[in-house]
C-alpha cells in the first residue's frame, strides 16, 4: 500500500554488523523548532487519490457534527477518512511529519540513493490509517500528499524554504487540524538524523507539562513498545533509545536576544507538535494525548533503507495501529486515554 521511496533492491533480513548504541548525548541533537527542515515533494500513494467514504467533519464529544474548513489547510491536507468496517465512533488523528517544501531531515541507503524524511512519514501514516479505519476507527491525517499543512503566505517562504514563522505555522496547523477533527489521540509520524551514520535506533517523546501527561506517556510508551516490537520481529535489531521527555527535544532554532518569534523559539523547550501553549508564540496547542515517534535514523544507511521501503513502512504503520489501538481500547478497568 505505501510507496516505495529512492531504493532499488532487496530489504536486507537484518542489520549488517553492529553500529552501536547511541550515545544518549546524542539524543539532544539538531532538534529544528517544531520538528522542521529543509524542501521536498513526497510521493502520491495510491490510497490516498482512490479512498472512498472520505469525510470532513468534526465529530464533538456530543455527537453533533461541524464542517472543516478546508480555507485553513491546503489542498490535500487536514483529511478525515471514515472507518472502513464497523464504527468506534472514535477519531486518530496521525501526522507525516514535514511535507511541500520541507523534506524534513535528509538521508541515504545502503545502496547510496538520498532520501527525504518527508518521503518515508507520509506511507507509514498512511498505512497506520488504513488499518485504524479496517478497525473501526474515523482516521484523519495531516496530509495525503506532499504538501505543507498550512496555507504558506508570503511572510512564511524565503528562497523556497519555510522561514521561521512558516515552519511554526505548518506545524500549529497540524494541532489545529487535530483539535478540529475531536481526535482522541494524536501521534506525530518522524524519522531521525544524527551527525554520524553510527547514530541509531527509535525514539518516542511526550510532553510532560500537559495536563494529560500521564496518557502522553501511555500512548508514548505503546508507541515505542510496539513499534519496536515489529521492526525486530524483521531480525532489523534496532537500537532502543526509550521513551523519552520533549523538553531536550525541543526548539533549538532562534535567538534569545532577536526578539519576536526568534527569541521566543529559542525559549520553547517542547516540540510544538505536542507541546503546551506559551504567551506570544502559541496561542492554540493540541487539545488531546499525543506523543511523536521516530523509529529510525534516516542518516544510517542501514535504517534508511528500512525507512524508504514500503515493507519497511507498512511494518512501522502496523505497530502504530497497534499501539493506538490498545491505548483507546485497555484492558478492562484501565483507560489510559483519559485526560
Known amino acids: ?172 496547523a497540524r494541532d489545529a487540524c487535530a483539535d478540529d477533527a475531536g481526535a482522541r489521540a494524536l501521534v506525530g509520524v518522524y524519522f531521525d538524523g544524527g551527525p554520524s551514520p553510527q547514530n541509531a535506533g527509535s525514539l518516542t517523546a511526550y510532553d510532560g507539562a500537559r495536563p494529560f501527561a500521564a496518557a502522553n506517556l501511555a500512548l508514548a510508551n505503546l508507541l515505542q513498545q510496539d513499534v519496536l516490537a515489529a521492526m525486530n520481529a524483521q531480525g532489523w535489531a534496532i537500537p532502543d533509545d526509550g521513551v523519552q521527555l520533549d523538553t531536550h527535544l525541543g526548539s533549538y532554532v532562534g535567538d534569545p536576544d532577536a526578539g519576536g518569534i526568534a527569541g521566543d523559539a529559542a525559549s520553547y523547550d517542547h516540540l510544538l507538535l505536542i507541546g503546551p501553549a506559551m504567551a506570544g508564540f502559541f496561542a492554540e496547542p493540541s487539545t488531546m494525548p499525543g506523543a511523536v515517534i521516530e523509529p529510525l535514523y534516516i542518516t544510517d544507511p542501514f535504517e534508511g533503507t528500512m525507512a524508504s521501503t514500503s515493507h519497511g513502512q507498512a511494518v512501522i504503520g502496523r505497530g502504530i495501529a497497534r499501539a493506538v489501538m490498545q491505548f483507546l481500547a485497555p484492558a478492562p478497568g484501565r483507560h489510559p486515554a483519559s485526560p
Do not use: W, Y
Open 1 to 172: 500500500m505505501a510507496a516505495s521511496c529512492g531504493f532499488n533492491g532487496q530489504v536486507p533480513s537484518a542489520r549488517p554488523g553492529s553500529p552501536g548504541s547511541p550515545n544518549p548525548q546524542t539524543l539532544a541533537r539538531r532538534r529544528r523548532l517544531v520538528l522542521l527542515c529543509g524542501v521536498a515533494a513526497v510521493l502520491v500513494v495510491a490510497i490516498a487519490v482512490a479512498v472512498p467514504q472520505l469525510t470532513s467533519g468534526k465529530v464533538q464529544r456530543d455527537g453533533t457534527v461541524v464542517a472543516l474548513d478546508p480555507s485553513a489547510f491546503s489542498p490535500g491536507a487536514c483529511v478525515a477518512f471514515a472507518p472502513t468496517k464497523g464504527n468506534r465512533h472514535e477519531t486518530v488523528f496521525l501526522d507525516a511529519g514535514h511535507g511541500g517544501i520541507d523534506p524534513g531531515g535528509v538521508g541515504e541507503t545502503q545502496s547510496g540513493q538520498t532520501i527525504e524524511e518527508a518521503d518515508e512519514t507520509l506511507p507509514v501514516e498512511l498505512d497506520a490509517m488504513a488499518i485504524l479505519r479496517a478497525e473501526g476507527f474515523r482516521v484523519v491525517v495531516s496530509r495525503t500528499t506532499g504538501t505543507t499543512v498550512a496555507r504558506l503566505g508570503p511572510r512564511d517562504v524565503s528562497g523556497g524554504v519555510p522561514t521561521l514563522q512558516g515552519a511554526h505555522d505548518d506545524v500549529a
